[in-house]
């Protein structure tokens, strides 16, 4: 063996090696490592949501109200066990323990169930009468039934509770029965009490925040929450500061720290890597709260990776140990061209279908990721558009406020009170309206509630505000010894309260009245001659009543479009605000809302219901205080298209195998020697043997290789030449000449279409717009285009009457084409002062008029075809555009344009395409509308011509107008 055989040898191995071996086991390890890979992001991500879940948990049990009752309650359980009398000493080793271990912070009261104290057991007591009394009130109020106590014994029992409690609200109090231990002051010592009758006696206490730090509650529940996790620990950091050292091992404290901090500055809550998760929840302030989790080792799959590619490397060794024995000594066996060719297109076929495998698995990974992405996208942008769309709402019913004193007042300035309240009546069905309260000019109050004395006395004010700021001062106005400056600190924000007001005339606006009433509020005026007002309306809302009105609304509109409740609005504070009414029972949709109540942002996820898998996505209202929008869709809309998508590469999988198959063996039966003959023929050429012939072959594709390949090139020269020429017939794109503008496309389904179009300018100003469409496709019709544009050049300068030219054109084609061909044609002239049009149809599709306010109509009647009838003669019709106005030309193949699921798009969906883009300019217009029309198309091929021409009336004429010419 030479050593330029060997040298051979050692290159075939080596491709054969790359080609055969290490590309095949390289994507196979790598669709192993994405699919390990995409198992760890589930698993990890599913560990992130318990670690939320878990934060909102200890957030949730955090508040010292609820903290301090489960702490108290366990206590009183405790004590209730060891109470057995005379022995106490159980029950005072408990006591004592308590009070060691948190001193200062409990003072604890105990008694029987009568209330009878025992001051052995309890913390300094006023006095027996006392104590008995405060069980009495607290067993009465558990009972709705309240006690009669005397004043003086009254102040001796509210120095006893606490600062901010009264007998009056302990008697009344209707929440005893929450979890929640009673808010009694402020300062450091008595900030909460607690009273629990138990089996054996019953214990009050007394909770002194001032014993304990801050976030005591917090910082016990992470501690016993830190004792019962193995693999992380949870901790809190306060915004603001430079976060502490809290873990032991360098690179995770690091991790940590990090991760603190670029919460502050990112949306995200969960920060994931390869061998830590992080997950962060806001407190009620600065707090933040962390749970910092180290990846369990059966979810980390990056200890697999090695193992995997250990074993591809050894099987990758192992393979080329082999084929080296063969390959480069040049031992191989010998195999027949046929089995080769058969190796050869399996490994073809093989490869793609590893390729599927791994990359069909990815996709599919990755499309459902990013259909749930969208899905839940498109919700946030469904909420985010309600909650901001109220200020809209607000100016819709403004606006039919405003109508309202409109019909009010009469021409002379006078108030028809009938006339209003008829049509407040009718105007009260359809949206919330207050009675309003009506100022006259004098200060006399029409109409109004007895409640808003003080809002009576700032209408008056502003009422003669109004009118002296006109020059008006009326001797007549009604004073009062009411003043109201008397509120305000001073003139001036008293006068820029009148001026903020008076700028919203005729607007709903939220305002602040004296520091924390917070209302909508609009005001309106029925003007005199003299320019001042003689009446003066105010209209006043809370803004839940209008808040809960607008969500009520969208919410009945959702459910018309879904047929079942898919938005919800919460409002905690008051259920019967909610939508739909009584939500606040489900149980999915409060556990939902409190996690978006606790997290104060948007809040995504996948939730079940009834058994049924949802997307659901929730933010907090930002317009809509304090109410929380939620939206859900079925999950299943996503796994159906990811089922589909599965369907389809098995399918095409299954698919390739079988064609591979197929094709390899036919191949080999019936292509191996032809092909060797031409491939020697081919070698002879790229040698010089020109004498050299290819050996007859069959009488088949291969046999006509060299004759058909000739042809086809002359043909596809021919056709190349055919489609430039008839690219130059057509006309610029864009023509503007005096008030009309023109912009046409028309994009062929073959290399020759048979759509003709063509608008130019006449010397005397006008425009002439002219569509067809002939029959078929390629050189006939192409050629019948081009003699139709050739006579409508020739024609036009002696008489461009439509019904002239058509009839002389349709002479021509009847005449001329032994085939019987014919063509739709439609034949415009614009007037060049005013908007009219004078048009005949012949066969062809009716143009659309879209006017400009969204109003839509076909024009012309149809007719006959050119090249059907000889001597047809042709109708001239007229019609008017306004300014703004658009006339679509078209030809059929649009309407007509069918999708992978043969469904026709038609015309109402093709005319509300040009209803939608008509605000746009008509390039713009065109262009969105073939986009539109290829989008609904897909990959189906496109059967027919597609042309559009889109003529507009623009109502002012041009500086500089394009010269009349035919294109």
């Not at 939320?52 to 010292?64: F, S, Y």
């Not at 001032?210 to 016993?224: C, D, T, Y």
């Not at 006309?731 to 020759?752: D, H, I, N």
């Amino acid at each position: 063996m030479n050593y330029f055989t060997r040298l051979q040898g050692w290159g075939k191995w080596i491709v054969f090696c790359l080609v055969f071996g290490l590309l095949p086991l390289w994507l196979i390890g790598w669709g192993i490592e994405r699919n390990w890979d995409r198992k760890f992001k589930n698993n990890a991500r599913e560990l992130s949501e318990k670690m939320v879940r878990r934060l909102e948990n200890i957030r949730k049990v955090a508040e010292d109200e609820r903290f301090f009752y489960k702490m108290l309650k366990n206590f009183g359980k405790f004590f209730d066990k060891k109470y057995s009398p005379p022995n106490l000493n159980q029950f005072r080793r408990g006591l004592n323990f308590i009070n060691q271990k948190y001193p200062g912070l409990f003072e604890f009261y105990f008694s029987d169930l009568n209330g009878n104290v025992f001051e052995e057991l309890s913390s300094k007591i006023p006095s027996k009468v006392i104590m008995k009394k405060v069980h009495e009130i607290f067993s009465a109020a558990r009972a709705k039934d309240r006690p009669v106590i005397s004043r003086g014994l009254t102040k001796s029992i509210e120095a006893f509770i606490g600062e901010t409690m009264s007998v009056g609200n302990l008697s009344e109090d209707e929440d005893r029965n929450t979890e929640k231990v009673h808010v009694v002051g402020m300062g450091l010592r008595h900030n909460y009490f607690f009273f629990q009758p138990f089996s054996n006696l019953t214990m009050m206490a007394h909770v002194n925040l001032g014993a304990v730090p801050r976030h005591f509650s917090l910082i016990k529940l992470l501690e016993q929450a830190n004792k019962q996790s193995s693999l992380g620990k949870y901790g809190f950091h306060l915004s603001g500061e430079l976060p502490k050292r809290a873990l032991e091992h360098v690179n995770e404290d690091m991790f940590l720290r990090k991760c603190l901090v670029d919460y502050e500055n990112s949306t995200k809550d969960v920060f994931i890597s390869e061998k830590y998760i992080v997950a962060i929840l806001m407190g009620d302030g600065k707090e933040r709260l962390w749970d910092f989790l180290r990846i369990p080792d059966k979810v980390n799959s990056s200890r697999y990776h090695n193992l995997e590619r250990m074993i591809l490397l050894g099987i990758f060794l192992l393979l080329c140990f082999i084929s080296y024995r063969y390959i480069v000594p040049d031992q191989s066996p010998w195999l027949s061209i046929r089995q080769k060719l058969l190796i050869l297109l399996g490994f073809v076929a093989g490869l793609p279908l590893v390729i599927l495998l791994v990359v069909g698995q990815d996709y599919l990974w990755e499309k459902e990721r990013s259909l749930l992405e969208e899905t839940f996208n498109s919700m946030e942008n469904t909420l985010r558009a309600i909650d901001n769309k109220f200020t809209l709402s607000l100016r819709n019913i403004a606006e039919a406020i405003n109508k309202l004193v409109h019909l009010g007042q009469s021409p002379d300035g006078r108030f028809l009170k009938g006339v209003f309240d008829e049509h407040y009546a009718a105007l009260l069905k359809k949206i919330p309206l207050p009675t309003p309260m009506i100022i006259r000019r004098d200060g006399e109050i029409i109409q109004t509630k007895e409640k808003e004395k003080i809002m009576q006395q700032l209408g008056v004010k502003m009422l003669e505000k109004y009118n002296f700021s006109h020059g008006i001062a009326d001797a007549n106005m009604k004073k009062d010894k009411f003043h109201i400056e008397d509120l305000f600190e001073g003139d001036a924000a008293l006068s820029g309260l009148y001026s903020n007001m008076l700028k919203r005339l005729g607007n709903i606006e939220k305002m602040k009245f004296f520091g924390k009433m917070d209302r909508f509020i609009l005001i309106n005026i029925i003007g005199g001659a003299d320019g001042g007002a003689n009446f003066m309306f105010f209209f006043f809302w809370s803004p839940l009543s209008l808040s809960s009105y607008y969500v009520s609304n969208w919410g009945k509109l959702n459910e018309k479009v879904t047929h079942e409740p898919r938005f919800f609005a919460l409002y905690p504070n008051d259920p019967t605000r909610s939508y739909p009414s009584k939500c606040e029972k489900t149980v999915w949709l409060q556990e939902f809302s409190k996690r978006i109540q606790i997290r104060g942002k948007l809040t995504k996820e996948q939730i079940k219901i009834k058994g049924k898998d949802f997307l659901a996505t929730g933010i907090p209202g930002k317009e809509l205080d304090k109410f929380i929008l939620v939206k859900i869709v079925p999950a299943a809309s996503v796994s159906s298209s990811i089922a589909r998508l599965r369907r389809n590469l098995v399918t095409l999988g299954i698919f390739c195998l079988c064609f591979s198959l197929i094709v390899g063996t036919t191949i080999a039966r019936q292509f191996l020697i032809p092909i060797q003959h031409l491939t020697d023929g081919v070698m002879a050429i790229d040698k010089g043997h020109f004498k050299h012939r290819v050996p007859p072959l069959e009488n088949d594709e291969l046999g006509k290789l060299s004759q058909t390949f000739n042809l086809v090139m002359v043909g596809l020269e021919e056709l190349s030449v055919g489609r430039t020429i008839q690219a130059s017939l057509f006309p610029v794109p864009y023509l503007r000449v005096g008030f009309w503008k023109v912009y046409g496309q028309s994009v062929s389904a073959t290399e020759l279409g048979g759509d003709y179009l063509d608008y130019f300018a006449l010397p005397d100003g006008r425009i002439l717009v002219v569509v067809g469409d002939v029959t078929g496709h390629g050189v006939p019709a192409a050629l019948l285009m081009a003699m139709a544009k050739a006579t409508v050049i020739n024609e036009v300068p002696g008489d461009p009457r439509p019904s002239v030219v058509l009839y002389k054109l349709n002479e021509l084609i009847f005449h001329t084409m032994r085939k019987k061909r014919f063509m739709t044609f439609f034949y415009l002239l614009t007037n060049s002062e005013t908007g009219e049009i004078t048009f005949s149809n012949a066969g062809h599709c009716q143009p659309v008029l879209v006017r400009v306010d969204g109003t839509f109509q076909e024009i012309g009647e149809c007719g006959f075809p050119l090249g059907i009838k000889k001597g047809k003669k042709f109708t001239e019709e007229k019609a008017e555009l306004k300014k703004g106005d658009r006339l679509y030309f078209f030809t059929d193949g649009i309407p007509e344009t069918t999708n992978s699921a043969k469904v026709v798009l038609g015309y109402p969906a093709f005319i509300n395409l040009m209803v939608s883009f008509r605000n746009l300019s008509a390039m713009d217009t065109c262009k969105k509308i073939f986009e539109s029309v290829d989008s609904y198309r897909g990959n189906y091929s496109q059967e027919d011509d597609n042309t559009l021409i889109i003529l507009e009336y623009v109502g002012e004429m041009e500086k500089t107008s394009v010269p009349a010419c035919a294109t």
